[in-house]
């Protein structure tokens, strides 16, 4: 036997209780519950978005979501950045649509869980993020007066069965917003208020559309899971492939203890949906990215937002937004906690792909460098090279 199966021999004794059953207390085996998918209750009625739940509405999503004609040069699509077959992501360091922006793309599987939205959380409902890319100059570069008309040819009756009439569109330019070139915000200035509203009214479904498709992606079990439900139950324990390893038992232990990786990566989506500065540095040659500190003004003046006019229910569903932290240190180069089901398969990892793998993340935790700007909240781990590679076994857990 040579020394690295010696030691792994010696930790299974260690965390090895009879019958080849690890041994966790109460307090493990109620964190390790609050982890699986079992726990996870479904998504909250979305009062912003009376669409949200309705199949139809759906199903015209998935269909603006995968069609490369909702973009301005009929190329890309929402599913050029996440791909169905890569969990919704797309393996790039950072997303390339029409042009190559300064972030990773997130995948999507349980995102409807989430106050707020996009790394940094400038928008703060599922339906106002899916807008935010169909403008945007490196994602899909459209403008909205020209996917109102779209949509009028192409899916006029089925969006009219859907959100009901649409605006009389015949003397709406071909190409307007106030967002975009010198040319679509100028013929943006020549609409009446009605045309506007019109125009605004039709964009506002469109991501209602999407995100009634999106809500519908659902994180898929894993071997965590079975070996978590098994645990909860005191019933065998899996055995064959889904049994785990002494290294991933050692790695979930740290995982809920030692590393405290669980105080960010919470619940069943392994997220707490906030942002935290974790020192994470940034990208040579990329644009400056302050994360949430510069957010807050981008959400609170989205005229898509939970105040706006195109919310549907009244203002009592605006909470996250009318009572988020506007200011302060802790939000420089603060990101959002990405979800680790699934991570072990898609690297790059972090808001801008600065890490290629997980033994990378990990060691960075472990070293805990400080933010060049603000206070990271991490704190060096002290992790061994064995509890290291333990971390990441149990990681890949989530993943198969």
């Known amino acids: 036997m040579n020394r690295f199966s010696r030691l792994f021999a010696l930790l299974a004794m260690g965390v090895l209780a009879g019958c080849g059953k690890p041994e966790f207390s109460d307090a493990e085996k109620k964190t390790i519950a609050s982890l699986a998918l079992s726990a996870l209750p479904p998504p909250k009625t979305d009062t912003t978005n009376r669409f949200a739940d309705v199949p139809a509405a759906a199903a015209l999503g998935a269909t603006l979501f995968f069609d490369v004609g909702m973009s301005g040069d009929g190329k890309v699509s929402c599913s050029t950045c996440h791909k169905i077959d890569r969990q919704f992501q797309d393996d790039l360091p950072q997303a390339v649509g029409v042009g190559r922006t300064n972030r990773r793309t997130m995948p999507l599987a349980g995102v409807a869980h989430d106050p707020f939205f996009f790394w940094d959380g400038r928008r703060d409902s599922l339906w106002a993020q899916a807008l935010a890319p169909l403008e945007n100059p490196l994602e899909q570069a459209g403008n909205r007066a020209a996917y109102a008309h779209y949509i009028k040819a192409r899916f006029g009756e089925r969006y009219e069965r859907i959100f009901g009439p649409l605006p009389d569109l015949s003397t709406v330019p071909a ?8 040319a679509e915000k ?55 492939d889904d049994a785990f390893s002494p290294e991933e038992i050692l790695g979930l232990k740290l995982f809920i203890g030692k590393a405290n990786c669980v105080t960010c990566h919470t619940g069943a989506r392994f ?80 808001h801008a792909g600065q890490f290629s793998s997980l033994d990378e993340v990990v060691a960075h935790y472990s070293t805990a460098p400080a933010s060049v700007e603000g206070i990271s909240e991490i704190h060096p781990l002290q992790l061994s090279d064995r509890e290291r590679a333990a971390l990441v076994a149990f990681l890949k857990t989530l993943a198969e």
């Open 271 to 350: 997220t707490d949906g906030s942002f935290h500065n974790t020192g994470v540095p940034p990208v040579e040659n990329l644009p400056a990215d302050r994360g949430r500190i510069d957010a807050v003004a981008q959400v609170e003046a989205d005229p898509f937002n939970c105040f706006g006019a195109f919310r549907d229910g009244d203002a009592s569903a605006c909470g996250e937004l009318r009572f988020m932290v506007k200011a302060g240190p802790e939000l420089a180069r603060a990101y959002k906690t990405p979800s680790l089901r699934g991570a072990a398969t898609r690297p790059p990892y972090m």
């Open 186 to 240: 100028a013929a943006w200035s020549t609409m009446t208020e009605a045309q506007a509203e019109g125009v605004n009214r039709v964009f506002a479904n469109i991501g209602k559309a999407i995100a009634a498709f999106e809500r519908s992606i659902a994180p898929p079990q894993t071997r965590f899971d079975r070996f978590a439900a098994a645990l909860a139950t005191g019933i065998q324990l899996p055995q064959g």
């Open 175 to 182: 190409n307007a917003s106030p967002l975009g070139s010198d």
